[in-house]
């Protein structure tokens, strides 16, 4: 028997009003609390078309109308909507509750979403015109904090099935969702709250500058709260494991105490408790060592060979404690390895600046390359060179990739060479780019040298500083074996004939060499001290 006092099936015309506007993709789950005998719930099945993977549950009071919709084949989940209880999420709860207690269950529908989600309900407009009880009051002001839609329709029943000439009020709801705070990383937090990573003076020094350092004591301190989380989460889960297994009857009976329902993994494993505890904290190590990987004030010095061999060996830390111990450990192996990949960068300059080069008559007779070639005592780059590089494609574009990246490992090199003297604050990449947006390929100033860019896909490069440039000719042409082992360090009065030889063609004279000689701790690279500036 259907009480027809509150019983109004939804017309078709409202039921599309009511749905205007809704993402259809961004609604999975939906609750539809008072179904009647299925008029929205026919036409949402229309409304997704050929999607048959949505979740719709209904709800109805009326027996013979729940009877309707289990005909139907609809999921009806409950009776009373007003005694529903439920963790589960719906997107969407579309109602036309009972005219004469629509304000409880807008009430009830904003309950249930209370974490989030959206609803739209048709209401006695009344309801929200005049209200005189604590209830429609209360309504009142939760659809006031919420930004509540309203609009207010007369006549919208007039010709529905059953008619009734009592003005609506369309509701639409969006309640945001609920943001969680993690209870056992809150707790972490304020144990650790006080928790000083310490850094001795002398730990401070070699990690180079006190904003550094405060930066690595943040990132550690992080570190061990997200540890200690995680691990406090295991355990918990492993106290509550028994409590979600899989089935209620003992192992003697067919179950199974061992699995749980909500398995709890770490990268796709969920081995027992003490190996995922393992494998979260590996997991943790490499994210924070990748992190690390990633600073410029802590990679930026080494050359792109040097950063390329260091990013594929992260995967190795996973294995070692994320600690200042072992960041100065690594820090130490970088200033180890720093000289000898300057070192090879600038022997593999050298190639390149010549012989490497030669792929064409014009290239091969250019007299920027180097001075003392065919004799091959001596070998030094001149304030100028020429570099082929490939900067238009196919389309025209104007590529700078190539140029920059080459000019970035020189650069490192004479930051190596240059030991801090040149301040220049600058980003060659940012820099070339933006001068070639500009239409200036001609004379872009970087820290160390000028660059222009010709249509022939070449590359010019002047140096600016000539003494970081002899510098940088002695290093090289000492490292190739070309010049004295005592170069720079032996008084030129105190060489034989043969080393005055090579030193007159590369120091151009004796005066030129004296000026060496009289500042070799600046010319002559002292590898020991190199590594720990």
Same mark, same amino acid.
């Given at each position: 028997m259907i009480d027809y006092k509150n019983y109004y099936p939804t017309p078709k015309h409202l039921i599309i009003k009511m749905l205007s506007g809704c993402d259809k993709d961004k609604v999975d789950t939906i609750l539809e609390p008072s179904a009647g005998k299925g008029d929205i719930a026919d036409y949402l099945k229309d409304w997704f078309g050929r999607r048959s993977k949505y979740d719709l549950d209904c709800i109805e009071i009326n027996p013979t109308l729940r009877a309707t919709l289990a005909g139907k084949e609809y999921r009806v989940v409950h009776d009373d909507f007003l005694t529903y209880r439920t963790q589960k999420r719906y997107d969407l709860i579309i109602m036309n509750p009972p005219f004469d207690c629509g304000d409880k269950h807008l009430l009830k529908a904003l309950e249930l979403q209370e974490n989030g989600?959206?609803?739209?309900?048709?209401?006695?407009?009344?309801?929200?015109?005049?209200?005189?009880?604590?209830?429609?009051?209360?309504?009142?002001?939760?659809?006031?904090?919420?930004?509540?839609?309203?609009?207010?329709?007369?006549?919208?029943?007039?010709?529905a099935e059953r008619s009734t000439g009592v003005e609506?009020?369309?509701?639409?709801?969006?309640?945001?969702?609920?943001? !969680?705070?993690?209870?056992?990383?809150?707790?972490?937090?304020?144990?650790?709250?006080?928790?000083?990573?310490?850094?001795?003076?002398?730990?401070?020094?070699?990690?180079?500058?006190?904003?550094?350092?405060?930066?690595?004591?943040?990132?550690?301190?992080?570190?061990?709260?997200?540890?200690?989380?995680?691990?406090?989460?295991?355990?918990?889960?492993?106290?509550?494991?028994?409590?979600?297994?899989?089935?209620?009857?003992?192992?003697?009976?067919?179950?199974?105490?061992?699995?749980?329902?909500?398995?709890?993994?770490?990268?796709?494993s969920s081995r027992y408790s003490d190996s995922l505890i393992n494998d979260f904290v590996k997991l943790?190590?490499?994210?924070?060592?990748?992190?690390?990987?990633?600073?410029?004030?802590?990679?930026?010095?080494l050359t792109t060979n040097l950063q390329n061999d260091y990013y594929n060996q992260v995967n190795r830390l996973k294995d070692y404690e994320f600690s200042i111990y072992n960041i100065l450990s690594l820090k130490e192996d970088m200033q180890n390895n720093l000289i000898k990949g300057v070192e090879e960068t600038i022997l593999k300059l050298f190639d390149e600046l010549s012989h490497k080069h030669h792929w064409s008559d014009e290239t091969s007779a250019n007299v920027h390359y180097y001075n003392g070639w065919k004799t091959n005592k001596s070998w030094k780059i001149?304030?100028?060179?020429?570099?082929?590089?490939?900067?238009?494609?196919?389309?025209?574009?104007?590529?700078?990739?190539?140029?920059?990246?080459?000019?970035?490992?020189?650069?490192?090199?004479?930051?190596?060479?240059?030991?801090?003297?040149?301040?220049?604050?600058?980003?060659?990449?940012?820099?070339?780019?933006?001068?070639?947006?500009?239409?200036?390929?001609?004379?872009?100033?970087?820290?160390?040298?000028?660059?222009? !860019?010709?249509?022939?896909?070449?590359?010019?490069?002047? !140096?600016?500083?000539?003494?970081?440039?002899?510098?940088?000719?002695?290093?090289?042409?000492?490292?190739?074996?070309?010049?004295?082992?005592?170069?720079?360090?032996?008084?030129?009065?105190?060489m034989n004939s043969e080393e005055k030889d090579v030193v007159q063609?590369?120091?151009?004279?004796?005066?030129?060499?004296?000026?060496?000689?009289?500042?070799?701790?600046?010319y002559i690279v002292n590898e020991a001290l190199m590594i720990g500036a």
């Open positions: 989600g959206a609803i739209i309900c048709l209401l006695n407009a009344e309801t929200i015109k005049n209200p005189y009880t604590n209830t429609r009051k209360d309504l009142s002001l939760r659809l006031k904090e919420l930004n509540a839609d309203i609009e207010y329709i007369q006549n919208a029943f007039t010709d609506i009020a369309l509701i639409k709801v969006f309640v945001p969702e609920k943001e !969680f705070t993690c209870d056992i990383f809150e707790t972490m937090q304020k144990a650790m709250e006080y928790d000083e990573v310490e850094v001795t003076e002398e730990q401070q020094y070699a990690l180079v500058g006190a904003d550094f350092t405060e930066f690595l004591k943040a990132v550690i301190h992080q570190y061990h709260v997200e540890i200690n989380a995680g691990i406090k989460l295991i355990r918990e889960y492993k106290a509550m494991k028994p409590l979600i297994l899989n089935s209620l009857k003992k192992p003697e009976n067919g179950g199974d105490y061992r699995k749980p329902i909500i398995e709890l993994t770490v990268d796709g943790v190590r490499l994210k924070y060592w990748q992190y690390l990987f990633e600073s410029k004030s802590f990679m930026g010095k001149n304030s100028k060179v020429i570099i082929p590089f490939y900067m238009y494609s196919s389309y025209g574009n104007v590529n700078t990739y190539e140029a920059c990246r080459k000019m970035e490992d020189m650069s490192k090199v004479f930051d190596y060479l240059d030991c801090g003297q040149t301040d220049f604050q600058y980003n060659i990449t940012n820099i070339v780019e933006s001068s070639v947006k500009n239409g200036d390929m001609r004379n872009i100033e970087l820290k160390y040298f000028y660059v222009a !860019f010709f249509k022939k896909n070449t590359c010019h490069i002047k !140096f600016k500083n000539e003494k970081l440039l002899e510098k940088f000719n002695i290093f090289g042409s000492q490292r190739k074996g070309w010049l004295p082992p005592n170069y720079g360090k032996k008084a030129y009065c105190e063609e590369f120091s151009g004279n004796e005066s030129g060499y004296n000026e060496i000689f009289m500042n070799q701790d600046y």
